[in-house]
């Protein structure tokens, strides 16, 4: 028997969107986490950058700085047990929000035994099922169809799950992109598609690459509603992620989240960010860095310098001993190279 049509849904502007998001109402304590989480990132990632320059890290290695506040403030609103989180190449930012260990990490940027992913995957192909972190893919745009098949296991399973997947504004031209919004939407899975535009992909500005530069829309022909947030502020993040998690997990199906952020660095470690002048970054980071926000926002509520240094201390404490412990610890042995290929060993 003929499964009878769709019924023809309203024009999108005459249908339900999510509510405008407002910033998170965080207690003192909480302001505090997101600052250590994201000076923690702040800090690794300068390590790293160091390594990279003493050549102790191959390959290539993207750097997360002045991009903290999107993956602090988003998936501090996660479910760890159940929500998965999925990225592009630009990783070690979101292991380390998702309380993954440092010293794991750093392992796997120096290719080492110990790392996350045992040293075969690196600084862009990171992967840990125990934590529901999905990869670190660096095919550009890739992780989008693969988040899409994490969000309809999550529906299949029934597991009350939401997947979280980043991509960037270069990403978002990609054509695997829209393929997936559409499965999304006609399956109404449980998916945050997570846009982090730092404006520049690779090495060409939006307003080069994209003729249609407010990324939120992208989802409108699908029938995706979108929410352009103030990646810099890590309360404007949360909060989003909370108006988006509210409006998956009641069956709305896919949304979108535009995260207007920047990065301070080049693209990758071999770039020299010609593209743009020193006063346009200097800027970002004397007028909407996400540390400096939160540093603020503390002191207005009576903590005391000598504590904040006190945390500086123990964050670059911790982050020396993840480097040391990278440069110190074996590499895998040969026989790894037949591990993790097949589904089961032959």
């Known amino acids: 028997m003929a499964k009878a049509p769709r019924a023809a849904e309203p024009p999108i502007t005459n249908r339900e969107r999510p509510a405008e998001p407002q910033p998170y109402d965080a207690s003192k304590d909480e302001l505090l986490q997101f600052y250590k989480?994201?000076?923690?990132?702040?800090?690794?990632?300068?390590?790293a950058g160091q390594l990279y320059g003493l050549g102790l890290i191959g390959g290539f290695c993207h750097l997360y700085i002045g991009q903290e506040a999107v993956a602090v403030g988003l998936q501090s609103a996660l479910n760890g047990d159940t929500d998965s989180v999925i990225?592009?190449?630009?990783?070690?930012?979101?292991?380390?929000?998702y309380g993954i260990d440092p010293k794991a990490i750093m392992s796997?940027?120096?290719?080492?035994?110990?790392?996350?992913?045992?040293?075969?995957?690196?600084?862009?192909?990171?992967?840990?099922?125990e934590h529901k972190f999905y990869g670190g893919h660096g095919i550009v745009g890739a992780q989008v169809?693969?988040?899409?098949?994490?969000?309809?296991?999550?529906?299949?399973?029934d597991d009350g799950g939401v997947c979280l997947a980043y991509f960037g504004d270069g990403a978002?031209?990609?054509?695997?992109?829209?393929?997936?919004?559409?499965?999304?939407?006609?399956?109404?899975?449980?998916?945050?598609?997570?846009?982090?535009?730092?404006?520049?992909?690779?090495?060409?500005?939006?307003?080069?690459?994209?003729?249609?530069?407010?990324?939120?829309?992208r989802g409108e022909s699908f029938r995706i509603p979108g929410i352009q947030v103030d990646g810099m502020d890590v309360l404007a993040c949360r909060g989003a992620a909370e108006e988006a998690l509210a409006w998956v997990r009641a069956g709305?199906?896919?949304?979108?989240?535009?995260?207007?952020?920047?990065?301070?660095r080049g693209h990758s470690m071999s770039d020299p960010a010609k593209y743009r002048t020193r006063d346009e970054v200097q800027n970002m980071r004397d007028t909407a860095d996400p540390i400096d926000r939160i540093k603020k926002l503390l002191e207005e509520q009576g903590v005391q310098e000598d504590e904040l240094k006190s945390v500086e201390q123990a964050i670059r404490k911790q982050v020396?001993?993840?480097?040391?412990?990278?440069?110190?610890?074996?590499?895998?042995?040969?026989?790894?190279l037949y591990t993790d290929v097949l589904v089961e060993f032959y």
């Open 37 to 47: 989480e994201m000076l923690l990132i702040r800090r690794f990632e300068e390590k």
């Open 87 to 97: 990225t592009g190449y630009r990783d070690h930012g979101h292991m380390l929000a």
């Open 108 to 129: 796997e940027l120096t290719g080492r035994g110990a790392g996350i992913s045992k040293g075969k995957g690196g600084s862009m192909h990171m992967f840990s099922t």
């Open 145 to 157: 169809s693969l988040g899409t098949g994490l969000a309809f296991a999550h529906k299949y399973n």
């Open 172 to 217: 978002a031209n990609q054509g695997q992109v829209y393929e997936s919004f559409n499965m999304a939407r006609l399956w109404d899975l449980p998916i945050i598609y997570v846009i982090e535009n730092n404006q520049y992909a690779m090495g060409t500005s939006t307003a080069r690459a994209a003729s249609e530069d407010q990324f939120y829309k």
């Open 252 to 264: 709305k199906g896919p949304i979108i989240l535009e995260m207007k952020t920047y990065r301070y």
């Open 320 to 336: 020396n001993e993840s480097a040391d412990f990278a440069e110190s610890t074996p590499e895998p042995e040969a026989s790894e």
